[in-house]
């Protein structure tokens, strides 16, 4: 099992920024995607972009592309999320999501969809005014 925790939701304003911060503990090694999803109130949760833990390749929501940039430091089994230009609508409960390793897809850009994620954190709200 792994165990991700969410750190540094907040309030900031428009135009600001924001670090999200995710530590994954527990059976690291078996760690093949890692993503943030976000809910808002009365919406369903959300992928916002994710990374493939070992090469690196990114994807993003076309809402944030240019805005927010996803990092990992695999030597911490961190993840970031750098929130710059936040709007409003960005206003939501941000999780972190771990995907385990199954080989025949380990390699392929992050999945999109909640199912392909095996693990979640508590989440942590980030609140956007205007």
């Known amino acids: 099992q792994v165990q991700p925790v969410e750190s540094g939701g907040g309030l900031v304003q428009a135009g600001g920024s924001l670090r999200l911060s995710c530590a994954a503990s527990?059976?690291?090694?078996?760690?093949?995607?890692m993503a943030w999803f976000r809910q808002a109130p009365g919406k369903e949760r959300e992928f916002v972009t994710g990374?493939?833990?070992?090469?690196?390749?990114?994807a993003y929501a076309d809402s944030v592309q240019g805005r927010f940039t996803i990092s990992r430091d695999t030597a911490k089994n961190t993840l970031a999320l750098q929130m710059n230009s936040p709007k409003p609508e960005d206003t939501a409960v941000y999780y972190c999501?771990?995907?385990?390793?199954?080989?025949?897809?380990?390699?392929?850009?992050?999945?999109?969809?909640?199912?392909?994620?095996?693990?979640w954190g508590q989440g942590t709200q980030v609140t956007v005014s205007s």
């Open positions: 999501a771990v995907a385990k390793r199954r080989g025949s897809t380990d390699r392929l850009p992050p999945r999109r969809y909640e199912s392909a994620y095996d693990y």
């Open positions: 527990g059976r690291t090694s078996s760690m093949s995607h």
């Open positions: 990374i493939n833990w070992s090469i690196g390749m990114t």
